[in-house]
């Protein structure tokens, strides 16, 4: 009796994706090497950022309420 073989899983995500991500972390990465104080202040801005949006999205949700 032959051995039935599971179907392939299809490819997931693109060359294109993967290939932006990496040179971000790359750009990242060599700017902390250059300046790592200058990256720090980026990720605060980021992270300040992101806080923010949060802040906005909750106080949204207990609007609703």
Not at 14 to 41: N, T
């Amino acid at each position: 009796m032959a051995k039935q073989q599971l179907p392939m899983m299809p490819k997931q995500g693109g060359g294109f994706g993967r290939l932006l991500g990496a040179a971000i972390l790359l750009g990242f990465l060599l700017l902390v090497i250059q300046s790592p104080a200058e990256a720090a202040q980026i990720l605060k801005g980021i992270g300040a950022v992101l806080g923010s949006g949060l802040d906005a999205i909750t106080t949204f949700i207990g609007e609703l309420s």
